[in-house]
């Protein structure tokens, strides 16, 4: 029933912008957070972007701070990741997930959620 699904990932130029949406259904917001992770080839996925139910916590991974924006919106059951300056290092498969911690990344962070969607490829080309 629960069902998180991506959209946006594009192949883009270095110095490009994207934006990545996520919709979900099956889920209520008001008591867990949402994220965004990615994974580049021959990596372990790592944790992007997070943001609270409230959207007052937001957490970024230092290699995006600055760079990418994290934002949701409960009336459509949908959360985004802004992307700008993207670099060749940005490229991988973006995953939205639900219902975990939003804090400091760290694997602890990433292993605590509990839906995932399938993803969107990102290519930044140099």
């Known amino acids: 029933e629960v069902q998180l699904m991506e959209s946006g990932g594009d192949s883009v130029e270095a110095g490009g912008s994207l934006r990545l949406s996520c919709t979900a259904s099956g889920l209520t917001f008001d008591d867990k957070a949402m994220g965004w992770f990615r994974q580049a080839p021959g990596k372990e996925r790592e944790g992007v972007a997070c943001?609270?139910?409230?959207?007052?916590?937001?957490y970024y991974a230092d290699s995006v701070k600055g760079r990418f924006t994290i934002s949701r919106d409960d009336a459509k059951n949908m959360v985004y990741l802004q992307m700008t300056s993207l670099q060749p290092e940005d490229t991988a498969m973006y995953y939205c997930?639900?219902?975990?911690?939003?804090?400091?990344?760290?694997?602890?962070?990433?292993?605590?959620?509990?839906?995932w969607g399938q993803g969107t490829q990102v290519t930044v080309s140099s």
């Open positions: 943001i609270s139910w409230s959207g007052a916590i937001r």
């Open positions: 997930a639900a219902r975990g911690l939003c804090d400091k990344y760290t694997t602890v962070v990433r292993d605590s959620f509990t839906d």
